[in-house]
């Protein structure tokens, strides 16, 4: 089994202002997905990024906020486990953020000691 | 009450204090919990033998504490290189052996319990050991009722917890509580084996309905106890409680009368223990302080949804929820069927069947149970086909003649439709 990391990443949406309801089901929408990954014991690990963060840039230049002069902004990352590419991409069907316009990049993990 | 009856209660709650304390003033090293359980084990032989001839003394616990005491001070003057060696390092030290007060007070013996808790459920020795020996000291089992509990014999069990004391002997164990930390660190296994002594009794293979039962009781109460102290009164405790308070209250409705499970679908719910729904509810709402969510927690919460006779769509979404967060605390094959089975409460069985296939637990004959729940109505012959796969793996014969019961049913059903031949 090799590890692989599922990048969510999504369009900057400044009008973006769901009610309650609908980031209560966005969390299920999500919690569902990465169940089912979990139920066939296949998560590593999993985090969501928060709004919170700045960027640091040469000459100690530090711009405001993790999505500064981009139109896409990472959301969240998982590590899972598969034996390949081909099984890991599978894995990322379904995920809720295809819904919402935005992507999954599925990529391989090296270990640095390896 | 005659002496008959008196013993062998006075031994359910006496000989855990006893024995724990004495534990406590020598130390599992230098074999303190076989010296322990040796003066315990006499002291009570001595109660049966002078009470039978000369009537039961006015206060029983008192006559135990001070024959227990005084045993143990003859055992330090006989055996004196130990006591001029030893005392010195024991609990209460410097002094001579004459001097030396067994303290059977209720906060020592309190405090000596909590620290037996701790020192046996220890995870360098085994889990099997950690329960025989909380079994044995802490809950005042004989061994034959362990060896029974274990499904085996008392050689194999004496042996286990010969070795289990070996080794908190040369690893010479002893809990102290400094500081907040160490209860932290060391509650958590603590409460596995609480938890693993309380699945015991209540998945037990055992027929014997009575020993299960009292199996899951010593584990609620060894949880209390903890509950009871405030050093160990954590919102964790109180999830475990509320989880097993839960579980408990089915206990009635889920073995028929010759040993058999009920199924929870077919279970009477008027026999549902509303007093321990309601203890549930109480230490869930006690577990929900701090920020601390275990899986204990989402263990109880799913309980919780289980104890509700409510049935709408809210509270298998309310099971699917918990299921999804626990599976990504822990996985376990059987956490990842039963939030299967929730998903297709949810979603409906053709999503919640595209999921199992992918689960990939061909070992598991409840893997193929679960598919056969899946396809019955859907696809019958299918259905029929996954718990007869289920039928060859299961293991008991309890959950062979469940799935019997199951085909037969399908199988009923599949005769009595019209079939159609070809040319209709």
Known sequence: ?114 | MSEKELIPQLFKTEYRKIISVLCNLFGPALSGIEIAEDITNDTFLQASETWGLKGIPENPTAWLYTVAKNKTKDYLKRHKTFSEKIVADLKLNQKQSESIEVDLSPKNINDSQLQMIFTICNPIIPAEAQIGLALRILCGFGIDEIAEAFLTNKDTINKRLFRAKEKLRTENINIVFSTEIDVKSRLDSVLATLYLLFNEGYHSTTQKTHLRKELCLEAMRLNYFLIENKTTNKPIVNALMALMCFHASRFEARINEIGEPILYDQQDKNLWNEELITKGNYYLIQSAQGNELSKYHLEANIAYWHSSKIENPQKWNNILQAYNQLLLIEYSPITALNRTYALAQVKGKQTAIREAEKLNLTDNHFYYSLLGYLYTDLDDGKAISYFEMAQQKAKTDNDKSLLNNKLSELKKKRDSLPSFSASE
């Not at chain 1, 900057?12 to 966005?26: D, H, L």
């Not at chain 1, 169940?35 to 999993?46: H, L």
Request: net charge negative; charged share 20%.
């Open chain 1, 1 to 114: 089994m090799k590890e692989f990391m599922m990048i969510f990443s999504s369009e900057i949406n400044e009008s973006f202002g769901p009610s309650p309801e609908q980031m209560q089901s966005n969390i299920q929408q999500w919690m569902d997905w990465f169940g089912g990954i979990a139920a066939q014991g296949k998560i590593v690990s999993a985090n969501r990024l928060s709004f919170e963060g700045k960027t640091l840039k040469p000459n100690h230049v530090i711009a405001d906020g993790p999505y500064a002069e981009v139109k896409e902004i990472i959301g969240g990352y998982v590590i899972v486990k598969a034996t390949n590419l081909d099984e890991a991409m599978k894995l990322a069907e379904g995920c809720p953020i295809l819904i919402h316009g935005g992507h999954v990049e599925v990529r391989s993990i090296i270990p640095m000691n390896g």
